[in-house]
């Protein structure tokens, strides 16, 4: 079992990936490809979303983590290309979701 800290780190490690992102796609409005380098970091965020204990995910109560961990491997793998659209939805609701619940459950600790 990870201990609180190691947590801490990981929240701390997404909310970096995620502003990261939030900073590209506050800058644009219409989207066809997401650069490598936005794609690199949504990665990152899933993969420590998927790194955080179960008890931690559950406690991110409104955010589907399983679509932030699933959006990962549909970028990796190239399921049916590049969604962009499906992604940028992503990036624009359900990331600055995740966002406010990390801070939230931060907060608390």
């Known amino acids: ?14 909310l970096e990936s995620i502003e990261a992102t939030t900073q590209w796609s506050d800058r644009v409005e219409s989207v066809v490809e997401i ?4 794609e690199r970091h949504l990665l990152r965020t899933a993969e420590l979303v998927r790194m955080l204990p179960e008890t931690s995910r559950l406690r991110l109560e409104t955010t589907n983590y399983r679509r ?6 549909a970028i990796v793998h190239s399921f049916l290309g590049r969604n962009v659209p499906g992604l940028m939805q992503m ?7 995740l966002k406010k619940q990390i801070g ?3 907060s608390r600790t």
């Open 91 to 97: 990036i624009r609701n359900d990331i600055p979701i």
């Open 1 to 14: 079992m990870r201990s609180n800290s190691t947590v801490e780190i990981l929240f701390e490690q997404i």
């Open 35 to 38: 650069p490598q380098d936005v």
């Open 104 to 106: 939230m459950q931060m």
């Open 68 to 73: 932030i961990m699933a959006m990962r491997n």
